[in-house]
Each structure stands twice: as structure tokens, then as C-alpha cells.
């Protein structure tokens, strides 16, 4: 990020992610809102240009919900990969305009790391495919991490990813079942919720306060 001041020209570059100052942290707070404006820090005007990096979302498993969530996604901004080594199931047919890899998640993962503007969703309910992208999501410092299935299901794969050496701490960052409680039933609404609850973490961060 860039900082000018007003006055006297002067500029300088913010890393927001390590900047404690004053003006470091009103960085952080702009590039958190994605947004370039004016501030004041300690009595001088800057204007602070944020230069983000694109959103990312990974979708784990091109099943019916991923297609209302990868059309949604992308509409807010989110550059958008489906994930699913099932060829009949990722095709540019069901996902047009959307990045396809048929890999498994580990290694289309290690390809492409998620990184700290990126959000991955898993929806297979299959562990073999859903467990690996966990488990690389929380190896990575992506802001959201989500799983499809009821709270039975969640217990069960807290259960393996414990086994694999996760802790608590790593495992609380998974939600689980997925998507804000708004009482979806459809695809499209259950697309809606978990688009809801990134874009409340992307925003607001921890409990949303």
C-alpha cells in the first residue's frame, strides 16, 4: 500500500500485515475494507492507495450447490476454481466461465496456495476429497474455511483432522456446517448463506462484531 501525505507530497509504502503505527493501522483497516481514501494520523492528511491482491475462492466438489455459489462468487468479485477430480461432475458445461482442475485438492492446492484473500469451501461429504483441502486450508492463512454436512458429519471429520494433527485452535477455523443459520433448504439459498458468512469474515473478521 502506498501513502501520501496531502501537504508535502511526501509518500511512503505500508505493509498493512506488519505495520503497527498509527498510519499502519489505518492501512490495515483500508485494506481490510478494500477501499483507497483520505485519513488523518496525528495531524496529517494522507491518502492511502490500497492495492489488494483479487479474491480468491476454491470450491471443493462440482456438486448442485457449487453452481450458484460459483455464479454468486464471482459476481462479488471472487475470482472462482472448482476443484474435483470426478471429470462427469467438473465440466465447462455446468461451470461456464469458471476455472476447473481435475485434481486432487492437495495438489491443485500446492499449485495454486491459497493465500490470505482466499476462502475455500468444501461440499463433497466424500473425506477423501474434502479432508486433503482441509487440511491445506488450514495450513494456509486464508481467511474462511467451510465444510457441507450436518453437525454429525462435522464431528467426524474434526475427529480425522485431529488425528492428523491438527489442534483445537486450527480446527475452530473450519465452519461447520457451513453457512450462516438462515434456514436455507435450496442450493441457491444454502449458496447464498455461506456466501453470507465469507463475506462477513472478509469484512467484519472473528464473531462479526
Not at 450458484?68 to 471472487?78: C, E, F, I, N
Not at 482442475?101 to 468444501?122: F, I, N, Q, T, Y
Not at 483432522?161 to 475452530?172: H, V, Y
Request: charged letters at 20%; glycine letters at 10%; hydrophobic letters at 45%.
Amino acid at each position: 500500500m502506498r501513502a501520501t501525505d496531502l501537504a508535502t507530497g511526501e509518500e511512503r509504502l505500508i505493509d498493512p500485515a506488519t505495520d503497527d503505527s498509527p498510519l499502519g493501522v489505518a492501512g490495515a483497516n483500508a485494506a481490510h475494507a478494500d477501499q483507497s481514501g483520505s485519513v488523518e494520523v496525528d495531524g496529517r492528511a494522507w491518502f492511502l492507495s490500497v492495492y489488494n491482491p483479487p479474491l480468491d475462492l476454491a470450491i471443493v466438489g462440482a456438486v448442485h450447490i457449487a453452481q450458484p455459489l460459483a455464479r454468486m462468487a464471482t459476481l462479488v468479485g471472487y475470482g472462482v476454481r472448482v476443484i474435483d477430480p470426478r471429470l462427469s461432475f467438473a465440466t465447462p458445461e455446468r461451470f461456464p466461465d469458471v476455472t476447473l482442475s481435475h485434481a486432487w485438492p492437495d495438489e491443485a492446492l500446492a499449485g495454486v496456495p491459497l493465500g490470505a484473500r482466499s476462502a475455500l469451501v468444501a461440499l463433497t461429504h466424500d473425506p477423501k476429497v474434502d479432508d486433503p483441502a482441509l487440511a491445506a486450508a488450514l495450513r494456509s492463512d486464508c481467511f474462511y474455511v467451510g465444510a457441507l454436512g450436518s453437525k454429525k458429519s462435522h464431528a467426524g471429520r474434526l475427529a480425522r483432522l485431529r488425528q492428523a494433527g491438527f489442534d483445537d485452535s486450527d480446527l475452530a477455523r473450519i465452519h461447520g456446517p457451513v453457512g450462516l443459520a438462515i434456514g436455507a433448504r435450496s442450493p441457491g439459498e444454502i449458496a447464498i448463506s455461506i456466501l453470507a458468512e465469507m463475506t462477513r469474515w472478509l469484512r467484519l473478521g472473528g464473531d462479526g462484531a
